[in-house]
């Protein structure tokens, strides 16, 4: 008996024939004829409507390996829509294997499934029916600029990675959000909602789509100023206080990098239900977010109960710790924070941030006090002389990796800080 049938006083169930016989049916591979992005075989309307497997964990294992067919435990009447949905958002039907997709865009099927497997997509066989015209132009798209010398093949990958990663968080965010208005402000369950999705989706997808090319261009025209023509001025103020000898100074950015840490989040979310839960790192996420982007910062990612950003100045990067201490400390729903900054040069890639900085940062926001920001000498001898931050040098401490380090404690000193809305 498993641990759980005993924790649980409940016998294993035996598999039944209906149960095998379902599984075998679901796990079975395609014959070389059979399309796979096709509709199913006919069936009567009463079987339709009625789950298709007795077994739901076989059900689920060939939606996963047939990631387009649509899962047959979803109403008949849904699957149409769900259907129609799949082609305005593929742009087509699937009518197409992945050697006929490379052999139409002029490439290997080696170059293509680097692309494909950059973009996230899952593995696939040579007879199963995945892509489209539009897969198809995609894949001339990005490989074509390799062909003319525009890009290497490893930095289109590395490019059309970035792509796949990011939409890909993007639109489970997207989804979850939409799910959650539903269940909270229609009074739908979590399935129905889910459900309802494929209905309220065809409404949404032209202005999602038209707010996400605005805001890459936005955001790739601010990137350009932070990362190409404010660079050398930032190396160059970055300067102060240094004598070369620096474990970063062949990195190629300066930045503040900040942490900003829930206090007691573990045992927090230990007692908190899911949707309490979910509410609480919305409003942390969405008030860093706000604070960081108000200060001129950038919030690099989260994770869980941690906040990682940067700035362009160490004045900057104090303005954004302090406003994310005192606006956490005032609101009553959520714990205070620690918060730690520090100064120093860094290497950018993959949409992360990485070096010796960015490591000593996450070790002052464990030594900090909930509600306090930390800092090391080198950022504070920056801010010292600016009358909008006080500075409390603290006692030296012995900190993993970096040996003996002088933390000193930020506060704010005169003026109003951050400004937010």
């Not at 049938?5 to 598999?15: D, I, L, M, N, R």
Request: proline share 5%; aromatic share 4%.
């Amino acid at each position: 008996m498993s641990e759980r049938s005993q924790a649980t006083g409940s016998q294993p169930v035996a598999p039944t024939a209906a149960r095998d016989a379902a599984r075998a049916q679901a796990m079975r591979q395609p014959s070389d004829g059979e399309d796979l992005g096709g509709a199913e075989a006919p069936a009567p309307e009463a079987a339709r409507d009625m789950p298709a497997l007795a077994d739901p964990i076989a059900d689920l294992a060939a939606a996963m390996r047939r990631p387009e067919q649509v899962d047959q435990t979803t109403p008949a009447s849904s699957r149409d829509a769900v259907r129609e949905l799949e082609r305005r958002l593929l742009g087509a039907d699937r009518t197409m294997k992945r050697r006929e997709v490379a052999a139409a865009a002029g490439v290997s099927l080696l170059s293509a499934r680097k692309i494909w497997r950059a973009l996230g997509f899952p593995n696939l066989g040579d007879e199963e029916v995945f892509f489209t015209e539009v897969d198809e132009g995609a894949l001339e798209l990005m490989l074509g600029m390799v062909r003319k010398g525009m890009l290497t093949e490893e930095t289109a990958i590395s490019l059309t990675r970035s792509i796949g990663q990011m939409t890909d968080r993007m639109v489970v965010w997207q989804v979850e959000a939409l799910v959650e208005d539903m269940v909270q402000n229609q009074k739908m369950s979590d399935p129905e909602a889910r459900r309802n999705l494929v209905n309220l989706l065809p409404d949404l997808i032209d202005p999602i789509e038209q707010m996400l090319v605005y805001s890459w261009r936005r955001q790739l025209n601010a990137a350009v100023h932070r990362l190409a023509v404010r660079a050398e001025t930032g190396l160059a103020a970055s300067e102060e206080g240094r004598d070369g000898s620096e474990d970063d100074i062949s990195l190629p950015l300066a930045r503040a990098v900040g942490f900003a840490d829930l206090v007691s989040y573990t045992s927090l979310s230990r007692r908190m239900n899911e949707r309490t839960l979910a509410q609480l790192v919305q409003r942390f996420e969405s008030k860093c977010a706000e604070i960081i982007s108000v200060g001129g910062g950038r919030l690099v990612k989260t994770i869980g109960d941690e906040v990682l950003f940067v700035a362009e100045t160490p004045q900057a990067g104090a303005l954004i710790s302090l406003a994310m201490s005192r606006e956490f400390a005032a609101d009553e729903l959520l714990p205070n924070t620690r918060v730690s900054l520090v100064w120093g040069r860094i290497l950018s890639r993959l949409g992360d941030i990485y070096g010796p900085t960015v490591n000593l940062a996450a070790r002052l926001t464990s030594l900090a006090e909930p509600g306090t920001v930390l800092t090391d000498e080198l950022t504070a001898s920056t801010l010292a002389g600016d009358d909008r931050f006080v500075l409390h040098p603290l006692e030296t401490t012995a900190v993993r990796g970096f040996g003996d380090i002088n933390p000193v404690r930020l506060a704010p000193g005169t003026g109003t800080g951050l400004v937010l809305d």
